[in-house]
């Protein structure tokens, strides 16, 4: 089985350039998260749907950080404007539905680095 | 509310040593928890979980955890630690009753001497 895929793996852009990051999660899991990893923060999270509707976005930092899921094999990320204190790994994972005993499964993540 | 503790953001071990990864957690409900791995380059991958059942969980790789609700602890050990155990080890927990948002744990580097 495929697992979560993300792309692009790493990008590297100019301060204030859009940045997008995609997703396609496992068919047939419900769930959906998008994660920021820093050494300083640790793991967060920064929002996460369930069947395409995003539930908690609870995490995002601020009003440049956006996320869509228009299909359920299909999610973004996207910071507008980016800022160099954005720079981070961004995973995304995806879990079945149902009840929290269900793992998340995470893809490799896309190293970002704004300069 | 829900937290993870993890003692020690770096462990060494011996390569042949018995690994030990400590977690506490702290639950107002009864919790499912997991402990994850994390390889350079890499998102994290499930090893291993406790939900119901059985305290004493075995996972992937030789790992295994036990749950001790008296000590809100699930440990992770390995008997013998290999040189391709090196790698982050996080530990997370949630709540039984629907979906749960889950919290991790800061993790902990297992770095391996040969």
């Known amino acids: 089985d495929a697992g979560v895929i993300q792309s692009p793996r790493h990008e590297v852009t100019e301060m204030g350039q859009e940045v997008t990051l995609r997703c396609k999660p496992i068919?047939?899991?419900?769930?959906l998260f998008w994660y920021r990893q820093t050494m300083m923060r640790g793991l967060e999270l920064l929002i996460y749907?369930?069947?395409?509707?995003?539930?908690?976005d609870s995490g995002m930092p601020e009003d440049r950080f956006s996320a869509k899921m228009p299909n359920a094999s299909f999610s973004t990320l996207k910071i507008q404007p980016s800022e160099p204190r954005d720079s981070a790994v961004y995973f995304c994972?995806?879990?079945?539905?149902?009840?929290?005993?269900?793992?998340?499964?995470f893809g490799d993540g896309t190293r970002l680095s704004i300069l | 509310a829900q937290s993870v503790t993890q003692l020690g953001s770096h462990v060494s071990v011996s390569e042949g040593a018995l690994v030990l990864l400590r977690c506490n957690y702290s639950?107002?409900?009864?919790?499912?928890l997991f402990w994850y791995v994390q390889y350079p380059n890499q998102g994290l991958q499930l090893l291993l979980k406790?939900?119901?059942?059985?305290?004493l969980v075995k996972g992937i790789n030789g790992f295994e955890a036990e749950f001790k609700k008296s000590e809100t602890s699930f440990h992770l050990t390995k008997p013998s630690a290999h040189m391709s155990d090196a790698a982050e080890y996080f530990c997370?927990?949630?709540?039984?009753?629907?979906?749960?948002?889950?919290?991790f744990g800061t993790g902990t580097k297992l770095q391996v001497i040969p």
């Open positions: 997370a927990v949630t709540n039984s009753g629907g979906y749960q948002k889950v919290t």
């Open positions: 406790y939900t119901t059942g059985a305290t």
């Open positions: 994972a995806s879990s079945p539905g149902g009840q929290s005993n269900q793992p998340q499964h």
């Open positions: 068919s047939g899991h419900d769930y």
């Open positions: 639950s107002s409900v009864p919790p499912y």
């Open positions: 749907f369930n069947n395409n509707v995003p539930i908690d």
